[in-house]
C-alpha cells in the first residue's frame, strides 16, 4: 500500500517517466515481506535502456525492473534506498517521511 504523496505529485512522476527522464517518487510504503522498511523510493524511466544504464551504476539489475504499467521502474528500500538517494542528492526527498507513530487507543 502507498500513501503520504499528493496526486499532483504522482502525475508529475508519470510525466516524467513519461518523457524518458530518471524520475524519482518517495513515499510510505507497508510490505509485511520487508520488516522494518516504512518507505519506497521509485525510480523510473519509460526509456528501459537509460533506465538499465542508471541502475548498473548502483549495482541494481536489469531484472528487477518492475514493468508492470507504463512506467517502468526500479523499487528502492532499505539500506539501498538511503544509499542511493544520499549518493543522487535526495536525501530530503526521503528524510519527509519520517516513521509514521501508532496511535494511542481511546
Known amino acids: ?7 499532483e505529485e504522482l502525475l508529475a512522476w508519470k510525466s516524467s517517466v513519461g518523457r524518458g527522464e530518471i524520475a524519482f ?3 510510505y510504503w507497508v ?3 520487508f ?4 518507505t519506497v523510493t521509485k525510480v523510473g524511466c519509460a526509456d528501459i535502456e537509460k533506465l ?5 551504476q ?4 536489469s ?8 512506467y517502468p521502474h526500479f523499487d528502492l528500500f532499505g539500506e539501498y534506498e538511503q544509499i542511493i538517494m ?12 519520517k516513521p509514521i507513530k501508532k496511535r494511542e487507543a481511546l
Open 1 to 7: 500500500m502507498a500513501f503520504g504523496i499528493k496526486r
Open 25 to 27: 517518487l518517495t513515499h
Open 31 to 33: 510490505d509485511e515481506r
Open 35 to 38: 520488516p522494518g522498511c516504512k
Open 52 to 56: 538499465i544504464e542508471w541502475g548498473t
Open 58 to 61: 548502483y549495482e541494481l539489475k
Open 63 to 70: 531484472e528487477w525492473i518492475d514493468m508492470k504499467k507504463d
Open 86 to 97: 544520499n549518493s543522487e542528492g535526495r536525501l530530503t526527498q526521503l528524510q519527509r517521511f
